[in-house]
T-cell receptor, first 115, second 113 residues
Framework: GAVVSQHPSRVICKSGTSVKIECRSL??????MFWYRQFPKKSLMLMAT?????????EQGVEKDKFLINHASLTLSTLTVTSAHPEDSSFYIC???????????FGSGTQLSVL | AQSVTQLGSHVSVSEGALVLLRCNYS??????LFWYVQYPNQGLQLLLK??????LVKGINGFEAEFKKSETSFHLTKPSAHMSDAAEYFC???????????FGTGTRLKVLA
């Protein structure tokens, strides 16, 4: 069964609105979760590392005020795309690593379309 | 810094033919190595991984990969392609002790009837 649950799977929103994406670890407590962004026909780009109980660590070039990450519990991390614009349209995927960092489990992804 | 190179963004094979997807990496220390498969509009599913031990690793759906340190390669193979293997395949590396994964740009596998 699924190890990581990600919702919603698809969202369409108007420019200027904010969108929240949830990522839940179902099988184990995850102190660390990851958020990736995938452009069409491109690889996955790590956006940020979500740390339970502390601030997220953002990769270079990722706007932390645009992409708000909250990891309030050991099983839930949320990514909020604030004031979304068409260029934010993309496929966003969360992931969780097992305790030994030997496996990365992915959510099913969220296709965000900003009109 | 680590990096991953996947040669060939598109690979086409006939059903029943050998599948070979290439992956080379660059890393200052022997990394953990992974192959993931992605079907349209879905997340990624782990096919196989190498951490330590035997360099030939077997994964799901009949896939296997061999870690060759001297060639810094981790090519993915399957003896006989099936139509259901058509998907996007990603090679990834992760330095041991870190949580960071670096992905290649992916190879789209097409299986011809």
């Amino acid at each position: 069964g699924a190890v990581v649950s990600q919702h919603p799977s698809r969202v369409i929103c108007k420019s200027g609105t904010s969108v929240k994406i949830e990522c839940r670890s179902l099988d184990f407590q995850a102190t660390t979760m990851f958020w990736y962004r995938q452009f069409p026909k491109k690889s996955l780009m790590l956006m940020a590392t979500s740390n339970e109980g502390s601030k997220a660590t953002y990769e270079q070039g990722v706007e932390k005020d645009k992409f708000l990450i909250n990891h309030a519990s050991l099983t839930l991390s949320t990514l909020t795309v604030t004031s979304a614009h068409p260029e934010d349209s993309s496929f966003y995927i969360c992931s969780v690593t097992d305790s030994r960092n030997e496996k990365l489990f992915f959510g099913s992804g969220t296709q965000l379309s900003v009109l | 810094a680590q990096s991953v190179t996947q040669l060939g963004s598109h690979v086409s094979v006939s059903e029943g033919a050998l599948v070979l997807l290439r992956c080379n990496y660059s890393s200052s220390v022997p990394p953990y190595l992974f192959w993931y498969v992605q079907y349209p509009n879905q997340g990624l599913q782990l096919l196989l991984k190498y951490t330590t031990g035997a360099t030939l690793v077997k994964g799901i759906n009949g896939f296997e990969a061999e870690f060759k340190k001297s060639e810094t390669s981790f090519h993915l193979t399957k003896p006989s392609a099936h139509m259901s293997d058509a998907a996007e395949y990603f090679c990834a590396v992760s330095p041991p002790g870190t949580y960071k994964y670096i992905f290649g740009t992916g190879t789209r596998l097409k299986v011809l009837a």
